[in-house]
């Protein structure tokens, strides 16, 4: 690549917080939230779905007050096709300094028949729901779900009536990850040249990973004309989660050769907010995942080692320090000293003040007596254990 080739921006939209919370049992309190809304927002997450605030008094409070907190992010909602809904999303994420309303319906046979409308009431139904929200906010992102099993002429249909009636973003679902690179791609680049109005808003792909194709459709559907990904931190989601943020992010920063487009992640702060969220919500990171996995720039056999020492690219494409893990992967044992039980919880997400240090090295100090090596989920235990900040 050359420097003079134009990179396009693409935005991302983070959805850990309303369909990464979606995941059965990953439940988090309203501090850890706002944390997480805290870390995404100084990452560089252009949106920030904060929750579904009609669904609980608890999500509209994490809403609201997200909204507050937020700084350079925009603050999304989201919301059923109905007028009560839209208006509780609106009373949340209006104290932002940049709201967005997220509503969205429905689209394929199947999931018409749920609230029973045919296909001319749900199109009334649309104009009369994103007219609603338009009139509210000025940044409103409609969303047919289950887009990809969604007949073809109909979803031209309702997608015209949504930007008709002011949508600014039109987010394509792949509800059931159901689609296939080549599709997702083909799917959003024919809808642009399609749909009256098409290139007046920002079109983004939202894709589940039942098929553990979830990055692959998410790149395929940014190359078809997409600038909006929408994505969740570690893949967190329903079923086989969503895009990992991570994984879409670093592709486009490690092969900008071939997929020129830009993000504004600050790429560097990735490990961290993966750690966090894994402790947050109680779903561990598998040891292999890309990019932010234990084992993902760990190298075991001897030939690996011996190529890693030569010169660091014989097996690494991007180098450790770019997502924000020290160079060194310290290995805690007895002999570690305070300094570097600092340096690594920092690496693990946990930064502590001087007392709470104090404690978890003494814990740290007992264990290692007992043990050769203390891991990674050894030091996350005696942290979850020790008294809260002092
Ligand atoms: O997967 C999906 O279709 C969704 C919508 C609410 C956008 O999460
Ligand atoms: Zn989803």
């Known amino acids: 690549m050359t420097d003079t080739v134009t990179k396009d921006r693409v935005l991302i939209f983070d959805t850990t917080l309303r369909d990464g ?37 608890g999500d509209f409070r994490a809403v609201s007050e997200i909204a507050k907190q937020a700084r350079g992010s ?3 909602g989201l ?38 409308l045919d296909m001319d009431q749900m199109a009334e139904r649309i104009h009369e729901t994103v007219t609603h929200a338009r009139n509210l906010c000025d940044n409103v992102q409609w969303s047919p779900m289950d887009a990809t099993r969604t007949e073809w002429d109909y979803l031209c249909r309702v997608v015209e009536i949504a930007i008709k009636a002011g949508a600014t973003t039109i987010n394509i679902p792949d509800t059931v990850g159901y689609t296939a690179p080549r599709e997702s791609a083909d799917l959003i680049r024919r809808l642009i040249a399609a749909v009256p109005g098409a290139d007046e808003v920002v079109f983004a792909t939202h894709c589940h990973n039942d098929l553990g194709m979830a990055t692959a459709n998410a790149l395929a559907a940014v190359e078809g004309g997409a600038r909006q990904i929408e994505c969740t ?14 994984e879409v992010v670093m592709a486009l920063k490690v092969r900008g050769d071939i997929m020129p487009y830009e993000t504004g992640i600050e790429t560097k702060r990735l490990m961290h907010i993966s750690r966090r969220v894994a402790t947050v919500s109680g779903f561990p990171v598998q040891f292999n995942k890309a990019i932010v996995g234990k084992n993902a720039f760990a190298h075991e056999s001897g030939i690996h080692q011996d190529g890693m020492l030569k010169n660091a690219e014989t097996f690494e494409i991007m180098r450790p320090e770019d997502v924000g893990l020290s160079e060194t992967n310290l290995v805690m044992g007895k002999h570690s000293g305070r300094a570097a039980l600092r340096a690594k919880l920092k690496d693990l997400g946990f930064e502590l003040g001087d007392n709470q240090l104090k404690d978890v090295f003494v814990r740290f100090k007992e264990l290692a007596d007992r043990k050769k090596e203390v891991y990674d989920e050894d030091l996350v235990a005696l942290v979850s254990a020790a008294p809260e900040a002092e």
């Open 21 to 57: 919370e979606q995941s059965p049992g990953a439940t988090m309190t309203h501090e850890e939230k706002l944390e997480i809304a805290g870390l995404l927002d100084e990452m560089g997450v252009d949106i920030i779905e904060a929750g579904f605030p009609i669904a609980s008094e």
């Open 74 to 76: 925009t603050i999304c």
């Open 79 to 116: 919301a059923r096709a109905n007028l009560a809904d839209i208006d509780r999303c609106w009373e949340a994420v209006r104290h932002a300094r940049s709201p967005r309303i997220h509503t969205f319906i429905g689209t394929s046979p199947l999931h018409r028949a749920i609230p029973n």
């Open 233 to 246: 931190i570690n893949g967190l989601g329903e079923r086989a989660g969503n895009t990992a943020l991570e």
